[in-house]
């Protein structure tokens, strides 16, 4: 489990040092401090518990921000409510009185007093470690902020020893006798109670009992773990972060508390400030105020106070001409003593020094060193400088301590010349140049060749560092690019003087997929040394290749443009069926005339012949059927006019019907009065 | 207050039978979402795109990655509504959790955020190939690119990317332009082009290429230009969003806060594009923007309001519909100005794009074509980055029935005045012809 949250750790820790370019630590900054703003945001004002209150309170005092007014009012009032409470817990009153030594919230005269006797209380019962950490932590608060107050560990020495018998044999510590799982958290925890106990002693405690303690602490550091760059971190239940900061917290209580002096491993201390700084800007509270209190602890302590060397650039461009900067601070960026900085070796990638022992100038307005000028054979390229800090003897007495040696990568870049770039058509058999034409980089160029697969292409070109010696760029690329989007990548290899590409098109028909057309020719050169990397268009060749045979490859697909897959579609409208061509109104109602006309003829005709009706019955009865057979008649025609206008079929010949029965009668009886009147005429 | 959640949850277990729906139209505010890490350290590192999750109500539960107890679903029931895979060197998860259980997630119509880093796992690509994305198969290639990287001091070797080749789609990233570019520094990855769901975010710039900056490359590296996509999404058929990224740093507290300015460039950033990229990116994924919700198809002819059973041929009809987008808290009006509806049978007679009122309500009439059938009204609704609309509603288009042709027909006159005098005629005569003396 250990082992894997190791890895686990190792893994996230190896991103950070991607991410930092191997291990230049950089001592608390401004975005330090303006992160700090966002990570501490109160909840309504206020937080959540004490314990919040503190660590972001304490925090923000050690970055120097006052922020205390805002949050004074709400978070003293918990002050004393925990403080004035009978029954609040150990912990509360310990946060409590964490809160009131930065706030100094006004608390009640007779506070201290119950408070006292409850933390000492407590001290005495105490079986867990946790219980003697908060009233003895309590105890020394109470001492600190309220002076004169009675304050008496009568059996200082007793709860010493019963502190001492949770640790283990390595260094590490229990949180309860009963409880046999050890923990680096807890060691840092009772150092910081032992420190108490020693500090609120009324007579010494026993030297040999300090001892045995400071043999504990060194076997601690027996189980540090450590990463190549010279990071040092305790690791445990708690997190890494969590446990070093318990532990450097107890360490710097521990040394602060007693006389004789801790001597602890430099490299070790050095590494510890260097874990911290490499963890970055902590997005979590907790993380956050662990970093920042530790960080706070190493910067003013009695055994040693580590010095950070750190370089705002480690790029040097050669065509700037600027000078390599170096800062040396404090873990929280203030100012280390008179002290003179050395480059005692630059090693190229061969591994062979370009500088040595050269000692780097001071600039006291902007605390920077520098070194402005490199030797004559200082080329372009990846560099590995490692410096070393001479502490001036005078400043020594605060126990200042470096790293040995600082090793930073360093990139040196500066302007490559390009030259002689050419591109030519060849004929393949002789080898004889068809077409050559110079080329100017820096500009988009309009070549325009033209080849067929019998042809090579040859581009070639030389780079020159700044030195004038042979460049070998990371980055080479030719790429031919046919219209249908399908491209291609050819390294531009460097031998000799000149990097050269000779492209034979009979030997790359099959990977052009036999794609005849327009290329267009594109060069990329570019290297993280190179500062005039380049992207340029050359221009195009016109490549004939021959036909694709049946089982050659297809070129790939290609993703299709999103932007072109999406969008509304071109509208459609159905188109009508044109309605047959009708003649003019006006022409058929000419028509309509002309056929009436013959009836208007016939009727004139009529009259002309002198029709007359002279011969219609007479008598009632004859008359009357007659007139019923002409109205009848009259009725049919009428039907057929309502057909047309309105009736349908059925209703037609139902009416029909009826009519023509009756039109049957009517008719026989007016036809049959016709022939007897004729009949009696003839016979007259 | 937990009381009044638990009954209102209760209501709408009852109310809503398909609350298990990732992204469910009905509740869409109920967001439970899983976080896989490879390190606990990673929750304090990247604190700040955690931290605008939480506060846009997101329930986050971190778990490491080789956590034993980790389970997306109990009992056929899934737990999360969205997942975030930021667990690069997995090389296996813990519990129940294999890439098959991250498809079937997917296919359950629920959110993914996948990123991977350099040396990422071939469990982490495996997931990335099922949604369309290949990550360069060298597992020490990095994005490199000389000519666009950030001027950041610390870095020498090209590999922080400053990019600003970002998708034109204010659905994914929001209405806001992004002024400062986005650093990266990670992995490439190019998309697999018969899979056209996915698409590309944020790609790279021509002059990069994929390679190990500490050796020297012998073969031309598979990725260059560019074809390099940085950052993917891919949008499944079923809407569940997916975004994939080539850098787990690119959504950590220290890009967030860097400043940036890019090679070459006069413009100097207090503070780089990451913070408002991957937040306009996150809403994207989980549904907070692009998502739209239909109302039904509504037409009727013009002048009525009832919608018919049956259209005649060359009917004037209304059509409308109502389109609503989810802001994230609540259903607003969606205004675009190329929605359309197809009049449909076998193929579209009438495509006609939609005028909107800008309150959500799109509409438009036109005459239904003179071919008799059963049509479809359909809105066919695809927009980068947002959710597709698919829409039909049967119709049957019938002819003219035999009264409803036109009845006196002008040039019919000159017959119909023949018949009715000859009839009249026929009167006449008969008079004539039985009574003249």
């Given at each position: 489990?250990m ?7 190792l ?6 040092a991607i ?5 230049v ?15 501490f945001?109160?909840?309504d ?8 209150a503190y ?13 205390k ?10 002050v ?24 100094k ?9 119950d408070?006292?006797?409850?933390l ?9 470690l946790?219980?003697?950490?908060y009233?003895i932590r309590g105890?020394?608060?109470?001492k600190e902020?309220?002076s004169g ?29 009963n ?30 009992l300090?001892?045995?303690?400071k043999t504990?602490?060194l ?17 445990g ?19 602060a ?7 602890l ?10 874990f ?7 997005g ?6 662990n ?5 706070a ?8 106070v ?32 008179a002290?003179?900085?050395k ?12 500088i ?13 060193y520098?070194?402005?000028s490199?030797p ?7 560099y590995?400088?490692v410096?070393?800090?001479l ?31 050419e591109?030519?058509?060849?004929d ?14 820096t500009k ?12 090579k ?16 760029p ?15 990548i ?53 490549l004939?290749?021959p036909?694709?045979?049946?089982k050659a ?9 999103p932007?072109?897959?999406?969008g ?13 061509k009708l ?37 009632v ?10 109205g ?39 036809l049959s009065n016709l022939?007897?009147?004729s ?6 | ?11 709408s ?8 729906f990732?992204?469910s139209?009905d ?7 899983l976080?896989?890490?490879d ?7 990247h604190?700040?795109f955690?931290?605008?999750?939480k506060?846009?109500?997101f ?6 990655a ?7 679903q ?9 997942l ?8 296996r ?43 360069d ?9 000389h ?6 001091d ?21 209405k806001t332009k ?10 490439a ?7 056209n ?20 490359l ?14 993917s ?13 080539g ?10 806060r860097?400043?940036?300015q ?5 413009n ?13 990116l996150s809403?994207w ?5 692009g ?22 041929i ?8 109502e ?26 007679y ?11 309500l799109?509409?438009?009439s ?5 071919v ?6 359909k809105v ?5 980055g ?5 829409l ?12 409803e ?7 019919a006159y ?7 005098t000859?009839?009249?005629g026929?009167?006449?005569f008969?008079?004539v012809y039985l009574?003249?003396?």
């Amino acid at each position: 489990m250990m082992a894997r949250c190791l890895a686990r750790f190792l893994v996230s820790l190896l991103a950070l040092a991607i991410c930092n370019a191997a291990s230049v630590s950089h001592p608390i900054s401004d975005s330090h401090r303006s992160a700090a703003l966002d990570v501490f945001v109160p909840l309504d004002g206020s937080y959540k518990s004490l314990e919040e209150a503190y660590e972001a309170l304490k925090s923000l005092e050690i970055l120097g921000i006052d922020k205390k007014s805002d949050l004074s009012s709400g978070t003293c009032e918990n002050v004393v409510k925990v403080l004035a409470s009978p029954s609040s817990a150990l912990k509360d009153v310990f946060y409590a009185l964490s809160v009131n030594g930065i706030l100094k919230c006004k608390t009640g005269e007779d506070g201290p007093k119950d408070i006292v006797s409850k933390l000492q209380a407590g001290a005495k019962d105490a079986k867990l470690l946790l219980d003697f950490y908060y009233s003895i932590r309590g105890l020394v608060l109470v001492k600190e902020q309220f002076s004169g107050t009675d304050l008496t560990l009568g059996n200082a020495e007793a709860i010493f020893r019963s502190v001492k018998a949770l640790s283990q044999s390595d260094g590490r510590w229990r949180y309860s006798s009963n409880n046999a799982e050890s923990s680096t958290f807890a060691a840092g925890l009772a150092f910081e109670t032992l420190a108490g106990v020693i500090s609120l002693a009324p007579s010494e405690i026993d030297q040999s009992l300090i001892q045995t303690v400071k043999t504990g602490i060194l076997k601690l550091f027996d189980s540090i773990q450590k990463y190549d760059d010279g990071t040092f971190y305790f690791d445990g239940s708690e997190g890494p972060i969590s446990t070093t900061a318990s532990v450097i917290r107890g360490l710097t209580s521990f040394a602060a508390s007693e006389s004789t002096g801790l001597n602890l491993p430099g490299d070790k201390i050095v590494g510890l400030a260097k874990f911290f700084l490499g963890v970055g800007i902590p997005g979590d509270a907790k993380d956050f105020f662990n970093q920042i209190d530790a960080l706070a602890c190493l910067e003013d302590n009695r055994f040693s106070v580590p010095l950070i060397l750190s370089l705002p650039s480690t790029v040097i461009s050669l065509t700037k001409k600027e000078p390599l900067k170096v800062k040396v601070s404090t873990v929280l960026g203030s100012k280390a003593p008179a002290l003179s900085v050395k480059l005692a070796k630059a090693l190229n990638s061969k591994g062979s020094s370009v500088i040595n022992n050269q000692e780097l100038k001071f600039d006291a307005d902007s605390a920077t060193y520098f070194l402005d000028s490199f030797p004559k054979n200082f080329d372009v390229g990846k560099y590995t400088f490692v410096f070393e800090i001479l502490l001036d003897e005078s400043a020594n007495e605060k126990g200042y301590i470096t790293e040995a040696q600082t090793k930073v990568p360093i990139a040196a870049t500066g302007a490559i010349g390009i030259e002689n770039a050419e591109i030519a058509v060849l004929d393949s058999d002789v080898g004889s140049i068809e077409s050559q034409k110079k080329l100017d980089l820096t500009k988009d160029g309009v070549v325009s060749l033209s080849a067929n697969h019998l042809q090579k292409l040859r581009l070639s070109f030389q780079l020159t560092t700044p030195l004038g010696l042979v460049f070998k760029p990371h980055q080479a690329f030719l790429k031919l690019k046919h219209e249908s989007q399908v491209e291609h990548i050819f390294l531009v290899k460097t031998s000799g003087k000149k990097a050269e590409l000779v492209l034979d098109f009979l030997g790359l028909v099959e990977k052009l997929y036999y794609l005849s057309g327009k290329y267009e020719i594109q060069l990329t050169i570019g290297d993280a040394s190179m500062e005039n990397s380049l992207l340029s268009n050359i221009g195009h060749i016109e490549l004939d290749l021959p036909e694709r045979p049946e089982k050659a490859p297809l070129p790939p697909l290609h993703p299709t443009d999103p932007y072109s897959r999406y969008g509304p579609k071109a509208e459609i409208s159905h188109i009508f069926r044109v309605p047959e061509k009708l003649p003019a109104k006006q022409l058929s109602l000419i028509f309509l005339g002309l056929i009436v006309l013959p009836f208007i003829a016939f009727l004139i005709g009529l009259t002309r012949l002198g029709v007359n009706i002279k011969s219609f019955p007479s008598s009632v009865g004859a008359a009357t059927s007659a007139l019923l057979f002409h109205g009848g008649i009259g009725a049919v025609l009428l039907l057929y006019v309502l057909f047309w206008l309105k009736l349908d079929l059925f209703t037609t010949l139902k009416a029909l019907s009826l009519l023509g029965v009756f039109l049957l009668f009517v008719g026989h009886r007016t036809l049959s009065n016709l022939a007897a009147a004729s009949n009696k005429l003839k016979s007259a | 207050m937990m009381n009044l959640s638990r009954s209102v949850a209760l209501i709408s277990l009852f109310l809503l039978p398909l609350l298990s729906f990732s992204f469910s139209v009905d509740n869409p505010t109920d967001r439970r979402v899983l976080v896989l890490l490879d390190d606990l350290s990673l929750k304090s590192s990247h604190s700040i795109f955690f931290s605008t999750l939480k506060s846009r109500g997101f329930d986050l539960d971190f778990k490491l990655a080789e956590d034993s107890k980790l389970a997306l679903q109990r009992y056929g029931q899934y737990l999360y509504d969205g997942l975030i895979i930021f667990a690069p060197s997995t090389e296996r998860f813990g519990g129940s959790l294999d890439s098959k259980s991250i498809a079937d997630f997917v296919d359950s119509g629920r959110d993914l955020i996948l990123s991977a880093d350099t040396s990422a796992s071939d469990l982490i690509r495996g997931i990335a190939l099922e949604c369309g994305v290949d990550f360069d198969e060298d597992s020490s290639a990095m994005v490199i690119d000389h000519s666009s990287f950030s001027v950041s001091d610390v870095d020498g070797d090209h590999t922080l990317i400053a990019a600003d080749d970002l998708v034109k789609s204010h659905a994914i990233l929001g209405k806001t332009k992004i002024e400062a570019p986005v650093l990266f520094r990670g992995v490439a990855h190019s998309l697999n082009p018969t899979n056209n769901l996915v698409l590309k975010v944020l790609s790279a710039s021509p002059s990069a290429y994929s390679a190990n900056p500490s050796s020297k490359l012998s073969s031309p590296p598979q990725l260059t230009g560019s074809a390099i996509s940085l950052v993917s999404v891919m949008q499944a058929r079923n809407n569940a969003r997916v975004v994939i990224s080539g850098s787990l740093q690119l959504f950590s507290d220290k890009l967030f806060r860097s400043g940036v300015q890019k090679a070459g460039s006069p413009n100097k950033y207090e503070k780089s594009g990451n913070e408002q990229f991957a937040t306009e990116l996150s809403k994207w994924v989980f549904h907070e923007r692009g998502h739209l919700k239909a109302g039904s198809l509504v037409h009727h002819r013009v002048g009525e309001t009832d919608e018919p059973a049956i259209y005649r041929i060359k009917d004037d009809l209304e059509f409308s519909v109502e389109i609503l987008e989810w802001s994230g808290k609540s259903w607003e009006p969606y205004v675009a100005d190329d929605v359309q509806v197809q009049f449909y049978m076998m193929s579209p007679y009438v495509l006609k794009t939609l005028s909107t009122d800008k309150k959500g309500l799109f509409h438009t009439s036109f005459k239904v074509p003179d071919v008799y059938g059963v049509f479809q009204f359909k809105v066919e609704y695809e927009k980068l980055g947002y959710t597709t609309l698919s829409l039909s509603k049967q119709i049957p288009v019938r002819p003219y029935r035999h009264n409803e042709y036109e009845r006196f027909i002008p040039t019919a006159y000159p017959y119909y005045g023949a018949c009715f005098t000859t009839m009249a005629g026929f009167f006449v005569f008969s008079f004539v012809y039985l009574y003249h003396k």
